[in-house]
T-cell receptor
Framework: QKEVEQNSGPLSVPEGAIASLNCTYS??????FFWYRQYSGKSPELIMS????GDKEDGRFTAQLNKASQYVSLLIRDSQPSDSATYLC???????????FGKGNQVVVIP | SQTIHQWPATLVQPVGSPLSLECTVE??????LYWYRQAAGRGLQLLFY??????ISSEVPQNLSASRPQDRQFILSSKKLLLSDSGFYLC?????????????FGEGSWLTVV
């Protein structure tokens, strides 16, 4: 069964530090990868999408994709209290219109 | 720009009662539409998926059903709710395979079955 895994427990980081989140996926043919942020009680909102190997930067966020190793990561630089949320990794498996989501990683930024 | 709305935002329903959640998308045509459920500790679970009017794919067998009576309207229903149906229900849309297929979510509906 095709899966998306986010295994790390809650992540606590001090304000201004870098938060690093990892996600692995089982389908080697996957082409599209997404990171969503979800505040408590709210719906997920898209942070970044990435389709090619390497890094993609958008403001304080950097997504990193390594298809050979089947992982995608998200770095949050200069973490702010407003970054405290659950971050969901999503993968579109090959030949599929739907996204598969990981269970998410909770990030807590400590002022 | 595209927007997605779903309602009601919250509802408390007794076991055995019916359910109807509605979702509409504006600013796009022929979107792919989705219903997800998010239960505590279980992540996002895809319930239904639709590529067009009257075309519904069910991902998980359950007592829920979905309908798409119009191009930009998606409805989630149940004839008799179970306690296990409680959760956060999310409607979502995407623009299709060749648009990158990014999924965008509505505001969500909290359902508590008592």
């Amino acid at each position: 069964q095709k899966e998306v895994e986010q295994n790390s427990g809650p992540l606590s980081v001090p304000e201004g530090a870098i938060a690093s989140l990892n996600c692995t996926y089982s389908d080697r043919g996957s082409q599209s990868f997404f990171w969503y942020r979800q505040y408590s009680g709210k719906s997920p909102e898209l942070i970044m999408s990435i389709y090619s190997n390497g890094d993609k930067e958008d403001g304080r966020f950097t997504a990193q994709l390594n298809k050979a190793s089947q992982y995608v990561s998200l770095l949050i630089r200069d973490s702010q209290p407003s970054d405290s949320a659950t971050y969901l990794c999503a993968v579109r498996f090959y030949g599929n219109n739907r996204l598969a989501f990981g269970k998410g990683n909770q990030v807590v930024v400590i002022p | 720009s595209q927007t997605i709305h779903q309602w009601p935002a919250t509802l408390v329903q007794p076991v055995g009662s019916p359910l109807s959640l509605e979702c509409t998308v504006e600013g796009t045509s022929n979107p792919n539409l989705y219903w997800y459920r998010q239960a505590a500790g279980r992540g996002l679970q895809l319930l239904f998926y639709s590529v067009g009017i009257g075309q519904i794919s069910s991902e998980v067998p359950q007592n829920l059903s979905a309908s798409r009576p119009q191009d930009r309207q998606f409805i989630l229903s149940s004839k008799k709710l179970l306690l296990s149906d409680s959760g956060f229900y999310l409607c979502a849309w995407s623009g299709g395979l060749f648009s990158g297929n990014t999924i965008y979510f509505g505001e969500g509906s909290w359902l508590t079955v008592v």
